[in-house]
């Protein structure tokens, strides 16, 4: 099999079947799909969120990339930008208790044992499971619907990054990586969404 990019050197892998739709474009699908994080950022620009919404766009474009080439760069790209993203979210909805000076720490912890998937996969669900947790605090009757959308859509998703790692043979034809950004982009909006005034 010839690769475009080069052969493929990240830390994880995705059902998606490589190089199958396109000569130019590793996973297709998970690629394409990367593009609604930049769609959900572009909006939030210029307002009291605008550095959540240049992570969530970096994300998009990281995302595009990894799936673009398996390649570690884009890889990096995109995982830097969902701990930047997420922890950018949490340091907001609480910032007594999460302080963003502590996110250039995450940052280089996360570039140090970048090509440890495993570590990154648990600081990035701790960031997420402190993100639910603090959620769950919200009380306004508008903030709750786009609080209960975040949590039942990155709930959803989860469903969907498990399915697509640990039930590939079952799975591949549904791409369930690509629908884990679709239903993480709406968590994303409905997070912005509470968070823009």
């Known amino acids: 099999m010839s690769y475009y990019w080069g052969e493929k050197d990240t830390s994880v892998s995705f059902c998606e079947e490589s190089y199958k739709e396109n000569k130019y474009i590793a996973e297709y699908y998970n690629t394409l799909s990367g593009v609604v994080y930049i769609i959900v950022g572009l909006p939030f620009l210029n307002t009291n969120i605008q550095n959540i919404a240049i992570s969530c766009i970096f994300?998009?474009?990281?995302?595009?990339?990894?799936?673009?080439?398996?390649?570690?760069?884009?890889?990096?790209?995109?995982e830097s930008a969902m701990i930047c993203l997420t922890y950018s979210i949490l340091c907001k909805i609480n910032n007594k208790k999460y302080k963003e000076k502590y996110l250039s720490s995450l940052i280089i912890f996360y570039f140090l044992n970048h090509d440890n998937f495993i570590i990154f996969f648990v600081l990035f669900t701790s960031i997420l499971l402190l993100l639910v947790y603090e959620s769950l605090k919200i009380e306004n009757k508008k903030n709750k619907f786009y609080r209960n959308l975040f949590i039942s859509n990155m709930t959803i998703g989860a469903i969907f990054w498990g399915s697509d790692q640990m039930y590939c043979i079952y799975v591949k034809p549904y791409n369930f990586h690509a629908l884990w950004h679709i239903t993480t982009s709406i968590s994303i909006y409905s997070g912005l969404k509470i968070l823009h005034v």
């Not at 994300?59 to 390649?71: A, E, P, V």
């Open 59 to 78: 994300l998009g474009i990281g995302t595009m990339l990894l799936h673009m080439t398996q390649r570690s760069y884009g890889q990096i790209l995109d």
